[in-house]
Nanobody, 125 residues
């Protein structure tokens, strides 16, 4: 089992920055990939970014490419999402997720087993 705890988030003005953190504990040696998803009110959960745990390979949704950066610190078992140039449409609850094993790219929520509790990000216009 893997446990994930989100932190960060909050209220920021348009154009501002925030950093989210996701601390993993438990059987972290089994993690293949971690990701960030977000869910706005009345909308489905959508993919934001992913990073492989070992190699650090990253992939981003087009909507955040160039503005968000996903990174990890393996010695701290923590993944980060640095968000720059935030827009009102980035407002959502942000969740980190983890998947054990794999060899491809995983961008669908059902492909992840473990989830953080979510953290609210609100961007005011």
């Amino acid at each position: 089992q893997v446990q994930l705890v989100n932190s960060g988030g909050g209220l920021v003005q348009t154009g501002g920055s925030l950093r989210l953190s996701c601390a993993a504990s438990g059987r972290t040696s089994m993690i293949y990939v971690m990701a960030w998803f977000r869910q706005a009110p009345g909308k489905e959960r959508e993919f934001v970014a992913t990073i492989t745990w070992s190699a650090g390979s990253t992939y981003y949704a087009d909507s955040v490419k160039g503005r968000f950066t996903i990174s990890r610190e393996n010695d701290k078992n923590t993944v980060y999402l640095q968000m720059e140039s935030l827009k009102p449409e980035d407002t959502a609850v942000y969740y980190c997720a983890a998947r054990n094993y794999g060899s491809g790219r995983y961008i669908q929520p059902y492909q992840y087993t473990y989830w953080g509790q979510g953290t609210q990000v609100t961007v005011s216009s």
